[in-house]
């Protein structure tokens, strides 16, 4: 069977999303695994099924900006999306992918990473769902089962807005913001970061399309959408614009805040009551390596500062005990326990996040 | 309890498991039961970030969503095993949905329901022995290695 390839052209960016969601739901026993590939003419933000929009975006702000907020039946986090990408879609039977959700990902972009070599970038596949280019993410990935269809998309990045994403989205310090700024700018790249020649978009549709026909080793042949599922896309471009779809989720405040640069770098923010006073640590963490620490206290005096602190636990893992273990001659053994339990729950909140990925063993 | 271990994925006897979804029923008597994710289910979705159950009340046709899960940026339904109604969700997977990978067959459990034509239903499932067998085909020919989390429930 052969794979359809829908090249949708330059649309707006809430019809961007809607069509995977229309085709998906639109799909029958009788229709093809179909690729997508799409310009999301008008820029939006972008949320993951179980964001809560409120807590993730700053909604006040797009409301001003005139800037859309859409959340997707797929997942992953909040990302800002405009005309600076090719949008790749797949929607295919749960029978064409993997039944591993980490094997499908690895799927899906295996023709991402090939069509960037070819155009002279060194992407690699970065488990679970990444491209990586000298270790700063190139492509933004998400998956779901939508209707009986799974879906997989990613993307052809050319460049990105640094500057609306950091606004758009909610963040709860400047310092954090900061944080937040400095690692996209180090951890993330763009097409036009890696090359001094872009190249058009047709040319990498082209290009992909040969790379994707190469490893699905199916044929794509060239189609466009059905009556049934241009109603269908219609039908979900509606859904998707509702409020009531937006704030669907609606989540308890934590008393953190994380956010992912990518699936190896965090930065997160946590501060608890101690010794009559308050404790705080923004903590920016590379592989649990700590690379950026601003450590903070309210109410507590001590023969020690933070810079003193805080230059101790920078390259080390935010491991409890072997931050105790640095902390204890400095500031004995209630502090050292304080600061280390501060710093390893952004640790641990981070490796909930990634699911624990670094713990995963087989039984036996 | 009585179980089976192929290629790392537990398979209890005494459920009932609607294989191509990879739930599993346990029946509780006078038509409630009990359903869940099946230990290749949580396998093959990997970690569990989230899991959202429909609420308490809501009436499912077999094979209609009765929660939403997201591992690893992929989201996707628990489709109902059963017809029925929701009578009771497990409210621990709002707060730790990881308890689905650890017990899938114990403290993961996803809803409770009342089942409107369970005999019926039952009937095209397959438990015992037989599901054991179904279950080694499926792992076979998908290829299916299960992995588990820290922490995860022993047999």
């Not at chain 1, 310090?173 to 700018?185: E, I, T």
């Amino acid at each position: 069977m052969k794979i359809r390839c829908i090249e949708a052209g330059t649309v707006s960016g809430i019809r961007s999303q809607a069509i995977y969601h229309g085709l998906a739901y639109a799909r029958t026993p009788a229709t093809p695994d179909t690729v997508v590939l799409v310009t999301p003419g008008s820029p939006y933000m972008c949320i993951g099924y179980f964001q809560d929009a409120g807590q993730e975006i700053d909604l006040a702000w797009c409301r001003d900006h005139q800037l859309p907020v859409i959340r997707r039946e797929t997942g992953g986090g909040a990302v800002y999306i405009d005309d600076g990408q090719l949008f790749v879609q797949w929607i295919f039977d749960p029978r064409s992918l993997p039944v591993r959700v980490d094997q499908r990902f690895q799927l899906f972009i295996e023709p991402l990473v090939e069509t960037y070599k070819f155009f002279g970038i060194e992407a690699y596949y970065h488990p679970i769902n990444d491209v990586h280019v000298a270790g700063r993410k190139i492509v933004g990935t998400g998956a779901g089962t939508i209707g009986e269809a799974q879906v997989v998309t990613g993307n052809f990045l050319f460049d990105f807005d640094f500057d609306t994403m950091l606004q758009a989205v909610n963040l709860p310090s400047q310092a954090f913001r900061q944080a937040v700024q400095d690692n996209l700018n180090k951890y993330l790249t763009t097409m036009t970061r890696e090359l001094e020649r872009l190249p058009a978009r047709e040319e990498i549709a082209a290009v992909y399309r040969q790379k994707c026909a190469a490893t699905l080793g199916v044929e794509l042949q060239s189609g466009d959408f059905t009556d049934a599922e241009w109603q269908a896309i219609e039908e979900q471009e509606a859904r998707l614009s509702k409020e009531e779809w937006l704030i669907k989720v609606q989540k308890q405040r934590p008393d953190h805040k994380l956010f992912k640069i990518h699936l190896g770098v965090w930065i997160g923010q946590v501060s608890k009551p101690y010794d009559g006073g308050q404790i705080g640590a923004l903590v920016t963490l590379n592989e649990g390596l700590i690379t950026g620490l601003e450590l903070s206290w309210e109410g507590l005096e001590r023969p020690y500062t933070l810079a003193e602190i805080t230059t101790l636990m920078i390259g080390h893992l935010a491991e409890k005990e072997e931050l105790i273990d640095l902390l204890m001659p400095v500031t004995g053994a209630d502090d050292s326990l304080a600061w280390a339990a501060c710093i390893n729950q952004v640790y641990e909140l981070q490796k909930l996040q990634t699911g624990n990925v670094t713990r995963l063993a087989r039984r036996n | 309890m009585a179980h089976e271990e192929v290629k790392g994925c537990i398979i209890l006897k005494d459920l009932y498991y609607a294989v191509q979804d990879n739930t599993w029923v346990k029946v509780e008597g006078d038509d409630v039961v009990t359903v869940g994710m099946t230990d290749i289910a949580q396998s093959l979705a990997g970690p569990i970030l989230h899991a959202k159950t429909k609420a308490p009340g809501t009436a499912r046709k077999k094979g209609r969503p009765i929660a939403t899960v997201e591992s690893g940026k992929w989201v996707g339904p628990v489709k109902s095993p059963v017809t029925g109604e929701i009578i009771e969700v497990n409210e621990a997977l709002a707060g730790d949905a990881q308890l689905i990978n650890r017990s899938p067959y114990k403290d993961g459990w996803v809803v409770k329901m009342k089942a409107s034509n369970l005999e019926a239903e039952l009937a095209e499932m397959t438990t015992g022995d037989a599901a054991v067998e179904a279950y080694r085909q499926k792992i076979e020919q998908d290829g299916i290695e299960c992995t588990h989390l820290e922490g995860s429930d022993t047999y």
